[in-house]
Protein backbone atom coordinates (compact mmCIF):
# COMPACT_ATOMS: atom_id res chain seq x y z
CA UNK A 1 0.00 0.00 0.00
CA UNK A 2 1.42 3.52 -0.76
CA UNK A 3 0.65 6.21 1.09
CA UNK A 4 1.26 10.03 1.28
CA UNK A 5 4.27 11.72 0.44
CA UNK A 6 4.38 14.26 -2.57
CA UNK A 7 2.18 17.05 -1.75
CA UNK A 8 -1.02 17.48 -2.78
CA UNK A 9 -1.51 19.65 -5.86
CA UNK A 10 2.31 19.53 -5.87
CA UNK A 11 4.17 18.91 -9.30
CA UNK A 12 3.76 15.26 -9.23
CA UNK A 13 0.10 15.48 -8.37
CA UNK A 14 -0.27 18.20 -11.21
CA UNK A 15 1.41 16.82 -13.69
CA UNK A 16 -0.18 13.59 -13.74
CA UNK A 17 -3.62 15.07 -13.40
CA UNK A 18 -2.97 16.63 -16.86
CA UNK A 19 -1.15 13.51 -18.15
CA UNK A 20 -4.29 11.76 -17.51
CA UNK A 21 -6.64 14.99 -18.76
CA UNK A 22 -4.68 15.08 -22.10
CA UNK A 23 -4.75 11.24 -22.10
CA UNK A 24 -8.77 11.00 -22.45
CA UNK A 25 -9.62 14.08 -24.57
CA UNK A 26 -7.48 12.36 -26.36
CA UNK A 27 -9.39 9.41 -26.77
CA UNK A 28 -12.58 10.96 -26.37
CA UNK A 29 -11.75 13.26 -29.40
CA UNK A 30 -11.23 9.29 -31.26
CA UNK A 31 -14.05 8.13 -30.23
CA UNK A 32 -16.61 11.20 -31.50
CA UNK A 33 -14.40 11.05 -35.05
CA UNK A 34 -15.89 7.47 -35.32
CA UNK A 35 -18.50 6.83 -37.28
CA UNK A 36 -21.24 3.75 -36.08
CA UNK A 37 -19.57 3.84 -32.61
CA UNK A 38 -20.56 0.08 -31.33
CA UNK A 39 -21.20 1.46 -27.91
CA UNK A 40 -20.68 -2.38 -25.81
CA UNK A 41 -17.79 -2.68 -28.05
CA UNK A 42 -16.42 0.32 -26.06
CA UNK A 43 -17.54 -0.97 -23.25
CA UNK A 44 -15.73 -3.88 -23.56
CA UNK A 45 -12.47 -2.49 -24.18
CA UNK A 46 -13.14 -0.77 -20.96
CA UNK A 47 -13.79 -4.20 -19.15
CA UNK A 48 -10.71 -5.06 -21.01
CA UNK A 49 -7.88 -2.54 -19.66
CA UNK A 50 -9.57 -2.60 -16.21
CA UNK A 51 -8.76 -6.01 -15.51
CA UNK A 52 -5.39 -5.20 -17.18
CA UNK A 53 -3.94 -3.11 -15.14
CA UNK A 54 -5.32 -4.65 -12.16
CA UNK A 55 -3.52 -7.98 -13.10
CA UNK A 56 -0.27 -5.37 -13.85
CA UNK A 57 -0.43 -3.98 -10.61
CA UNK A 58 -1.12 -7.35 -8.44
CA UNK A 59 1.45 -8.84 -10.82
CA UNK A 60 4.08 -6.22 -9.86
CA UNK A 61 3.32 -6.13 -6.22
CA UNK A 62 3.44 -10.05 -6.23
CA UNK A 63 6.85 -9.71 -7.81
CA UNK A 64 8.29 -7.64 -5.41
CA UNK A 65 7.04 -8.97 -2.39
CA UNK A 66 6.99 -12.47 -3.63
CA UNK A 67 3.55 -12.71 -1.75
CA UNK A 68 -0.10 -12.10 -2.48
CA UNK A 69 -1.02 -8.65 -1.18
CA UNK A 70 -4.15 -9.43 1.06
CA UNK A 71 -5.03 -5.34 1.41
CA UNK A 72 -5.39 -5.48 -2.42
CA UNK A 73 -8.11 -7.73 -2.10
CA UNK A 74 -10.83 -6.42 -4.91
CA UNK A 75 -13.02 -5.25 -2.29
CA UNK A 76 -11.52 -1.54 -2.10
CA UNK A 77 -14.20 1.14 -3.75
CA UNK A 78 -11.90 1.43 -6.93
CA UNK A 79 -12.26 -2.25 -6.95
CA UNK A 80 -15.96 -1.31 -8.49
CA UNK A 81 -15.45 -1.12 -12.14
CA UNK A 82 -14.08 -5.13 -12.00
CA UNK A 83 -17.77 -5.96 -10.71
CA UNK A 84 -19.95 -3.63 -12.40
CA UNK A 85 -18.96 -3.17 -16.19
CA UNK A 86 -18.93 -7.02 -17.09
CA UNK A 87 -22.52 -6.93 -15.37
CA UNK A 88 -23.12 -4.00 -18.52
CA UNK A 89 -21.33 -5.85 -21.10
CA UNK A 90 -22.58 -9.51 -20.61
CA UNK A 91 -26.04 -8.81 -19.33
CA UNK A 92 -26.88 -5.81 -20.39
CA UNK A 93 -30.85 -6.47 -21.19
CA UNK A 94 -31.16 -7.33 -17.37
CA UNK A 95 -33.78 -4.88 -15.65
CA UNK A 96 -31.37 -5.47 -12.41
CA UNK A 97 -28.30 -4.16 -14.66
CA UNK A 98 -30.43 -1.66 -16.21
CA UNK A 99 -31.95 -0.14 -13.17
CA UNK A 100 -29.55 -0.43 -10.43
CA UNK A 101 -26.42 -0.99 -12.37
CA UNK A 102 -26.38 1.39 -14.49
CA UNK A 103 -27.02 4.37 -12.51
CA UNK A 104 -23.93 2.71 -9.61
CA UNK A 105 -21.53 2.46 -12.85
CA UNK A 106 -21.75 6.42 -13.57
CA UNK A 107 -21.96 8.46 -10.60
CA UNK A 108 -20.51 5.86 -7.82
CA UNK A 109 -17.03 4.87 -10.09
CA UNK A 110 -17.38 8.70 -11.25
CA UNK A 111 -16.70 10.35 -7.91
CA UNK A 112 -14.73 7.35 -6.25
CA UNK A 113 -12.10 8.17 -9.61
CA UNK A 114 -12.36 11.69 -8.65
CA UNK A 115 -11.33 11.20 -4.66
CA UNK A 116 -9.06 9.42 -5.99
CA UNK A 117 -7.25 11.37 -8.21
CA UNK A 118 -8.20 14.62 -6.25
CA UNK A 119 -6.67 13.54 -3.19
CA UNK A 120 -4.29 10.41 -4.20
CA UNK A 121 -3.16 10.20 -0.78
CA UNK A 122 -2.57 6.07 -0.76
CA UNK A 123 -2.13 6.00 -4.81
CA UNK A 124 0.75 8.95 -5.76
CA UNK A 125 3.89 6.65 -4.17
CA UNK A 126 7.01 8.19 -2.21
CA UNK A 127 8.67 9.66 -4.76
CA UNK A 128 8.33 13.32 -5.43
CA UNK A 129 8.58 13.19 -9.51
CA UNK A 130 7.68 10.78 -11.86
CA UNK A 131 10.86 10.15 -12.79
CA UNK A 132 12.41 7.42 -12.37
CA UNK A 133 9.59 5.85 -13.95
CA UNK A 134 10.45 2.82 -12.20
CA UNK A 135 10.04 4.01 -9.16
CA UNK A 136 6.61 5.16 -10.14
CA UNK A 137 4.86 2.02 -11.85
CA UNK A 138 2.31 1.53 -9.30
CA UNK A 139 1.46 5.42 -9.07
CA UNK A 140 1.33 5.37 -12.90
CA UNK A 141 -1.06 2.15 -13.25
CA UNK A 142 -3.11 3.42 -10.39
CA UNK A 143 -3.71 7.05 -12.25
CA UNK A 144 -4.63 5.19 -15.58
CA UNK A 145 -7.37 2.92 -13.65
CA UNK A 146 -9.14 5.69 -11.74
CA UNK A 147 -8.51 8.04 -14.68
CA UNK A 148 -10.50 5.29 -17.17
CA UNK A 149 -12.80 5.39 -13.70
CA UNK A 150 -14.07 8.85 -14.49
CA UNK A 151 -13.55 8.69 -18.41
CA UNK A 152 -15.91 4.91 -18.61
CA UNK A 153 -18.41 6.64 -16.50
CA UNK A 154 -18.68 10.02 -18.22
CA UNK A 155 -18.96 8.07 -21.83
CA UNK A 156 -22.07 6.31 -20.36
CA UNK A 157 -23.98 9.27 -20.11
CA UNK A 158 -22.74 10.83 -23.22
CA UNK A 159 -23.34 7.45 -24.96
CA UNK A 160 -27.14 7.41 -23.58
CA UNK A 161 -26.20 3.75 -22.96
CA UNK A 162 -27.24 5.34 -19.19
CA UNK A 163 -29.96 7.51 -19.58
CA UNK A 164 -29.86 9.46 -16.29
CA UNK A 165 -32.74 10.22 -14.22
CA UNK A 166 -32.63 12.36 -10.75
CA UNK A 167 -35.18 9.21 -9.27
CA UNK A 168 -32.10 6.74 -9.55
CA UNK A 169 -30.36 8.05 -6.86
CA UNK A 170 -32.06 6.02 -3.84
CA UNK A 171 -30.62 2.89 -6.06
CA UNK A 172 -27.62 3.90 -6.19
CA UNK A 173 -27.08 4.23 -2.32
CA UNK A 174 -28.97 0.90 -2.02
CA UNK A 175 -26.02 -0.34 -4.25
CA UNK A 176 -23.34 1.54 -2.15
CA UNK A 177 -24.55 0.15 1.20
CA UNK A 178 -24.55 -3.64 -0.57
CA UNK A 179 -20.38 -2.86 -1.26
CA UNK A 180 -20.08 -0.83 1.74
CA UNK A 181 -21.35 -3.60 3.93
CA UNK A 182 -19.30 -6.50 2.06
CA UNK A 183 -16.53 -4.76 2.69
CA UNK A 184 -16.94 -4.06 6.38
CA UNK A 185 -17.43 -7.70 6.34
CA UNK A 186 -14.22 -8.68 5.07
CA UNK A 187 -12.40 -6.09 7.16
CA UNK A 188 -13.49 -8.55 10.21
CA UNK A 189 -12.67 -10.92 8.71
CA UNK A 190 -8.77 -10.05 7.62
CA UNK A 191 -8.54 -7.41 9.70
CA UNK A 192 -7.95 -4.87 6.53
CA UNK A 193 -8.80 -1.58 5.81
CA UNK A 194 -11.03 -1.88 2.83
CA UNK A 195 -12.96 1.13 1.50
CA UNK A 196 -11.28 3.03 4.29
CA UNK A 197 -13.88 1.85 6.79
CA UNK A 198 -11.78 -0.16 9.09
CA UNK A 199 -8.47 1.76 9.74
CA UNK A 200 -9.13 4.97 8.02
CA UNK A 201 -6.07 4.69 6.14
CA UNK A 202 -5.42 8.43 4.30
CA UNK A 203 -9.18 8.99 5.03
CA UNK A 204 -9.60 12.74 6.17
CA UNK A 205 -12.06 11.78 8.47
CA UNK A 206 -10.01 9.16 10.49
CA UNK A 207 -9.20 11.46 13.11
CA UNK A 208 -12.79 10.60 14.31
CA UNK A 209 -11.83 7.64 14.96
CA UNK A 210 -10.24 8.35 18.15
CA UNK A 211 -13.38 9.27 19.10
CA UNK A 212 -15.49 6.23 18.32
CA UNK A 213 -15.26 4.04 15.19
CA UNK A 214 -19.14 3.71 14.49
CA UNK A 215 -19.20 7.53 14.49
CA UNK A 216 -16.29 7.37 11.94
CA UNK A 217 -17.52 4.41 9.74
CA UNK A 218 -21.42 6.46 9.83
CA UNK A 219 -19.76 9.35 8.94
CA UNK A 220 -17.54 8.04 5.97
CA UNK A 221 -20.66 6.38 4.21
CA UNK A 222 -22.79 9.15 4.85
CA UNK A 223 -20.55 11.89 3.48
CA UNK A 224 -19.97 9.74 0.30
CA UNK A 225 -23.43 9.17 -0.44
CA UNK A 226 -24.12 13.25 0.23
CA UNK A 227 -20.79 13.35 -2.93
CA UNK A 228 -23.11 10.91 -4.84
CA UNK A 229 -25.92 13.67 -4.11
CA UNK A 230 -23.77 16.26 -5.66
CA UNK A 231 -22.88 14.06 -8.73
CA UNK A 232 -26.76 13.70 -9.34
CA UNK A 233 -27.03 17.37 -8.35
CA UNK A 234 -24.43 18.52 -11.25
CA UNK A 235 -25.59 16.32 -13.62
CA UNK A 236 -29.21 17.28 -13.54
CA UNK A 237 -28.31 20.78 -14.01
CA UNK A 238 -25.96 20.01 -16.32
CA UNK A 239 -28.48 18.43 -18.73
CA UNK A 240 -30.98 20.68 -18.31
CA UNK A 241 -29.04 23.65 -19.50
CA UNK A 242 -28.06 21.84 -22.56
CA UNK A 243 -31.87 21.16 -22.82
CA UNK A 244 -32.87 24.58 -22.45
CA UNK A 245 -30.52 25.98 -24.67
CA UNK A 246 -31.16 23.51 -27.31
CA UNK A 247 -34.70 24.33 -26.89
CA UNK A 248 -33.75 28.53 -27.55
CA UNK A 249 -32.12 27.20 -30.75
CA UNK A 250 -35.15 25.52 -32.27
Not at 117 to 134: H, Q, R, V, Y
Not at 149 to 164: D, G, H, K
Not at 181 to 192: E, G, I, R, T, Y
Request: with cysteine.
Amino acid sequence: MYFFYAPIFGDKHTIGLIAIALLFVFFANVLNHKKDLNVYKVIGVFLVLFYLLEALKLGYIIYQDKAYPLNHLPFHLCSLPLYLYPLIYFFRKNNFVQKYVMPSAYSIILIAGIIALAMPTNIIGDELNWFPLKANILPIISFLFHGLMIFSSIFLLRSRLYVFKKEDYPKTIFMGLIFASVAMMVNQLLDKDFMLLNKGTGSPLSFLLDYSKPLYVFSMIFGFFILIGVVFLVTHVVLSLNRNKLINNN
